[in-house]
């Protein structure tokens, strides 16, 4: 089973994810100060390792791993 898709679907997408959460940060759009943001960056961060996790579980079950 190959996992290059995947791993380089990832780091692209993360890249991206992270630049889409540091550039608003640094530009002050929103801090660590003001609960919805917390939440916010929170729930992003969340939703991005259930959807990586959903994403290797569903590529090994389709290559025979699981």
Known sequence: MDLTPLIYQFLVG?????????????????????????LTVKYMLAGFIIYLAVQVIWHCYGGGVI
């Open 14 to 38: 993360g890249v991206i994810f992270t630049l889409g959460i540091a550039i608003p940060w640094l530009a002050g759009d929103y801090s660590w100060r003001r609960r919805e943001d917390r």
